[in-house]
């Protein structure tokens, strides 16, 4: 297994922006991979993802080409950093600032805001790494079913992804979601209220057929949902 430890440091470094951090367990050297400045995008808070080829890619939540954040990858040998990806706020969403999850080299994610419609209530991406295409896959609307993901997107059973949002619900707690990449078909799973906490944050965790979290509203709570 690995034996170094890879991470992402928002509005720290010497410039503000962030930085991409290394630790070895061996040896327990810490080591910055790089200090981010204003165009390789700043404040990156999601986890990281390896593809096949041993690449690192994250997300920055603000600044680069357009302000709003962008995607990038880095070499974890070599440091090699490039943006990958420049969001746009209203072609394909902005302030992505959750974790990254990744499967057959094609990433999936979600942005806090923006996107193509009229809502601007955020989006769900892929990134394809075999053209560094993005397409957005969905756009939150609010209205009961959504808005302003807090979380990253996770795999289930059956290729299906699971997120969860903090505004946009009937009981305005926020909710959990389905969303099945190969249809497109999105669903509410759960509307939080506050009996049961509001506004869940942090990451969200698949594991044994259920989905693990916490809210940070109505005093807290650490939450399972077999969906």
Not at 25 to 46: H, Q
């Amino acid at each position: 297994g690995s034996t170094a430890y890879m991470g992402t440091g928002g509005d720290c470094g010497q410039s503000g922006c962030g930085t991409l951090f290394k630790y070895d367990l061996p040896s327990k050297t810490f080591t910055t991979m790089r200090e981010l400045v204003l165009a390789d995008g700043a404040d990156p808070l999601g986890k990281m993802v390896r593809s096949s080829s041993g690449l690192l890619y994250g997300t920055t939540s603000a600044a680069g080409a357009n302000g709003v954040g962008n995607v990038f990858s880095i070499d974890p040998v070599s440091n090699a950093y490039a943006v990958v990806h420049s969001f746009d706020y209203h072609v394909d969403g902005a302030h992505a600032s959750s974790d990254l999850t990744i499967k057959n080299d094609v990433i999936y994610g979600t942005t806090r805001a923006g996107g193509p419609t009229a809502d601007n209530d955020g989006t769900i991406f892929k990134l394809e790494l075999s053209t560094n295409t993005l397409t957005t896959l969905y756009s939150f609307t609010g209205n009961g079913n959504g808005a302003t993901p807090t979380f990253g997107v996770v795999f289930g059973a059956s290729n299906r992804l699971y997120g969860g949002t903090d505004q946009g619900a009937p009981s305005g707690g926020g909710v959990l979601f389905r969303f099945i990449p190969n249809t497109l078909a999105y669903k509410t799973i759960h509307d939080f209220t506050p009996s049961d906490g509001t506004a869940p944050s942090g990451r969200l965790l698949y594991e044994n057929s259920a989905l693990f979290g916490v809210t940070s509203g109505g005093n807290g709570t650490v939450f399972k949902m077999i969906p």
